[in-house]
């Protein structure tokens, strides 16, 4: 256990000196992420004509500083469930053979992708701290809502484990290119669904009754909308419990998931062509 | 007893065929035909501890499917192998711990970090400990000549220098059995000297043993007491690269040098005429006819040196590879 923390410790370490070695792109295409912001603002507050005299008090028990704050909140969450290019990473992996050093050398790929990960995030939060607390700070007004210790360590957990969903989610798409090679539009599908699904498109709860209890049985919701609606009081204390206690369930079905797949499509890996 | 035993070991591959034109394309989406490739054909051998083998044979031949079952990366259609008593397929981690795998064409350093980074996180994997860790890259940075080199960024090296920190990545574990598939391949002949000088030296200190595949014969010449031939998945030939080489070396080149311009045209009724200029020529002999043929020309021509050399061993094995149906040799 304490050697494999210390090889898990050192691919964290090796991690950030890589993720540090382009700065400037990185620092740009954090910067780039906060643009969207500014637009989805100004479309909430069109959509409830914020500032003229037909401005709406309330959509789906929603009001504009809600909304505002509930897009601001999935931000944050999307920032811990989000995974890009570890899909593609694993498939173009299995593509080009680079996968092979998984299976020859005794290092587990799920467990360094896992550290590797990590340590991307760790340097994106460090980055991105500063823009985020600023941004928070500007938009203060529109968070009404009063936290309190329960909702903020019950949002904290639930992104823990959103990071935990999405990355085993990505894991799964890429581990599926040991069966189809090619898996761009499976990602691509998954993108789109997954932005309407998680509640990073519009709040879950403004779907019809039975939709959102059809997406209440999947896990993409713990990847944005949950951690949100923790925070904005849309759960009491027992729903709060029995979100978290599902969520786990996600965490631990997804990892057994994982796994299984991983061992399959190893053995069936064919290294074909050198 | 045998480090690596083969036996019987046979791995197929079922591959769609890709059709050709419009129509049968778009019947290939309802519909797909597959085929089978024997990548390696009921195989069997054994290798001794310290022994290094080369395999030997054109594109597709099966050396690479072979290495990759030994490895553990592929599971065989049926046979049975082990290396150093373990299953390879069953990729227990204490197997793992006892070889290493180099392939010229995959890169297993962190591209953008030195290679310093890479042999650190090995030292982790692989457990190696600290002092033995340091010694260990010492002697390889040492032997390899890459010292300066650490802490420079991989994608900053050159190919050869790149290749010499891969040698290192592989070694720093102490390895009983290393595969290496092609460890000199775009290698400019002074890095694939060097490779080689180094792989000579180390395998002969370290006694390890070592099965290597290369398209350059030079490799396997300078390497190599054994080789195993193989060719479309079948093993054509395992023994000593002399025994081979003498099996194949039925023809020698003569190179003629005359005191005055000689018409050389007569000289084609001995042999295939492969250079001339007014005063040289080079010929192409059979090996018995030679002594014959010398004492002839000898007598015909205004002879001023005469020496005699083995075909190019690169030459010898295209013809073997070209021919149909190649002899079955006796192991």
Redesign the interface.
């Known amino acids: 256990m304490i050697v494999s923390m210390r090889v898990y410790f050192e691919i964290f370490r090796i991690s950030i000196s890589e993720r540090l070695t382009y700065r400037a792109d990185f620092l740009f295409s954090t910067f780039v992420r906060f643009l969207p912001l500014v637009t989805q603002i100004f479309l909430w507050s069109a959509v409830y004509q914020v500032g003229t005299s037909h401005q709406t008090a309330s959509l789906n028990n929603y009001s504009y500083p809600d909304m505002v704050a509930y897009y601001l909140l999935t931000m944050v969450a999307r920032a811990f469930s989000s995974m890009p290019g570890l899909a593609s990473g694993i498939a173009s992996d299995v593509r080009d053979g680079s996968i092979k050093k998984f299976m020859t050398q005794p290092v587990d790929l799920i467990g360094f992708l896992l550290w590797y990960r990590i340590a991307h995030k760790l340097v994106y939060y460090i980055f991105a701290f500063l823009p985020y607390a600023i941004v928070f700070y500007l938009c203060r007004q529109y968070f009404t809502q009063e936290i309190t210790w329960l909702m903020g360590l019950s949002f904290f957990l639930s992104l823990i484990m959103a990071f935990l969903i999405g990355f085993l989610i990505e894991c799964l798409l890429g581990l599926a290119s040991f069966w189809f090679l090619e898996i761009s539009s499976l990602i691509f599908i998954y993108m789109m669904l997954n932005y309407f699904l998680s509640g990073h498109m519009i709040p879950l709860d403004w779907l019809p009754d039975r939709l959102e209890w059809a997406i209440s049985f999947l896990p993409f919701k713990y990847t944005a909308y949950t951690p949100c609606a923790i925070l904005l009081g849309k759960y009491d204390s027992a729903g709060i419990a029995r979100e978290l206690l599902i969520e786990l369930g996600w965490v631990i079905g997804l990892t057994i998931a994982c796994r299984l797949i991983y061992t399959r499509g190893a053995r069936r890996y064919t290294a074909f062509g050198g | 007893m045998s480090v690596v035993v083969v036996k019987n070991l046979h791995r197929t591959?079922r591959?769609s065929k890709q059709q050709d034109g419009f129509w049968p394309m778009v019947r290939g989406l309802v519909q797909r035909d597959y085929k089978n490739i024997h990548a390696v054909r009921d195989i069997s051998f054994n290798v001794e501890k310290g022994e290094m083998v080369g395999f030997l044979g054109p594109n597709g031949a099966g050396k690479?499917t072979s290495l990759?079952l030994l490895?553990?990366?592929?599971?065989p259609t049926s046979g049975h192998a082990t290396v150093l008593g373990y299953v390879p397929w069953k990729?227990e981690?204490a197997y793992?711990?006892r070889?290493?795998?180099l392939?010229g064409?995959?890169?297993?350093l962190?591209w953008?970090?030195p290679a310093l980074?890479?042999f650190?996180?090995h030292?982790?994997?692989?457990?190696i400990e600290t002092t033995r860790y340091q010694k260990r890259l010492d002697e390889l940075t040492e032997l390899l000549q890459v010292r300066p080199q650490l802490s420079q960024?991989v994608r900053e090296l050159s190919l050869g220098q790149r290749m010499r920190m891969e040698l290192i990545a592989a070694l720093l574990h102490d390895p009983e059995v290393l595969f290496l598939d092609e460890p000199t391949i775009g290698l400019d002949v002074i890095s694939q000297n060097n490779v080689q000088q180094f792989l000579k030296y180390y395998q002969q200190h370290q006694q390890i043993t070592v099965l290597l595949t290369s398209h350059y014969m030079k490799d396997v010449e300078a390497l190599c007491k054994r080789v195993i031939i193989i060719d479309d998945g079948l093993i054509k030939h395992d023994g000593l690269l002399t025994d081979v080489l003498g099996q194949l070396s039925t023809q020698k080149i003569v190179s003629l040098k005359f005191s005055h311009a000689v018409s050389t045209q007569s000289l084609s009724r001995y042999g295939e005429v492969l250079e001339q200029t007014p005063l040289t020529v080079k010929l192409r002999l059979n090996k018995s006819e030679i002594p014959s043929l010398l004492s002839e020309i000898l007598s015909d021509f205004p002879l001023e040196d005469v020496s005699v050399q083995e075909r190019p061993i690169e030459e010898m094995f295209a013809e073997l590879f070209a021919r149909p149906a190649l002899q079955e040799a006796s192991a």
């Open positions: 591959f591959v690479t990759k490895s553990g990366l592929l599971t990729r981690n793992r711990r070889f290493s795998l392939m064409q995959k890169n297993q962190w953008d970090l980074e890479s650190r996180l030292k982790e994997i692989y457990r960024a």
